[in-house]
């Protein structure tokens, strides 16, 4: 905890670009000392993730030896909570991404998330508005919007009401079950 970190939670799998993730922070840590940190398992039905993850280690070998990437293979939702709390910033870097849990996740613990904008991650990112979206490929534009978040306090300050404010209003249960009872409510008057 004696520097800030970045912090992508995800499966070491090429479509969440683990490798684009350790080129963002080679790019980041030129202008402001800090870690990565990749959390996420293997997955079981997936035979490449190994070959991922060593690929991966081979690419920040360097920096996992001085400390300064740390990955980790644990399934562990408590630690995956502590990190995402205490993450200067987010990131899902993904290629391909459904909808992107580990987005909404952070969004709702009030961190900066930069993510790629593909798949369901504009569903819940307004750019600039509750964390930024970047093309995935683009890791100038990831590292470039990563510095400048760890570097102006009060833009990092303004996601911990954006981001948490866009969760509650879009994809909590609750919210969800309200519109269910709504649907049913209105199916029930017509007849």
């Known amino acids: 905890m004696d520097k800030p970190f970045i912090c992508q939670v995800s499966r070491f799998d090429k479509w969440k670009d683990p490798e684009g993730v350790v080129d963002v922070y080679q790019l980041v840590k030129e202008k402001i000392d800090c870690r990565l940190i990749l959390c996420g398992s293997a997955a079981t039905d997936d035979p490449e993730s190994g070959v991922i993850y060593d690929r991966v280690r081979r690419k920040a070998n360097s ?39 580990t987005v909404t996740e952070g969004l709702w613990k009030g961190r900066p998330v930069v ?12 750019s600039g508005e509750n964390g930024f979206l970047v093309p995935p490929e683009d890791t100038e ?25 866009v969760v509650r209003e879009k994809f909590l249960i609750t919210r969800l079950c309200i519109d269910y009872l709504n649907l049913i409510n209105d199916l029930l008057s017509k007849y």
Do not use: H, W
């Open 141 to 165: 534009q990831f590292a470039e919007i990563i510095i400048d978040i760890m570097k102006d306090k009060k833009l990092a300050d303004k996601f911990a009401v954006t981001g948490p404010a």
């Open 115 to 126: 993510a790629s904008a593909i798949g369901g991650i504009p569903l819940q990112i307004e």
């Open 63 to 101: 920096d996992v030896k001085k400390g300064d990437v740390i990955l980790l293979t644990l399934s562990d939702n408590i630690l995956v909570n502590v990190l995402q709390r205490k993450a200067a910033v987010i990131i899902q870097k993904s290629l391909r991404e459904g909808f992107g849990l």
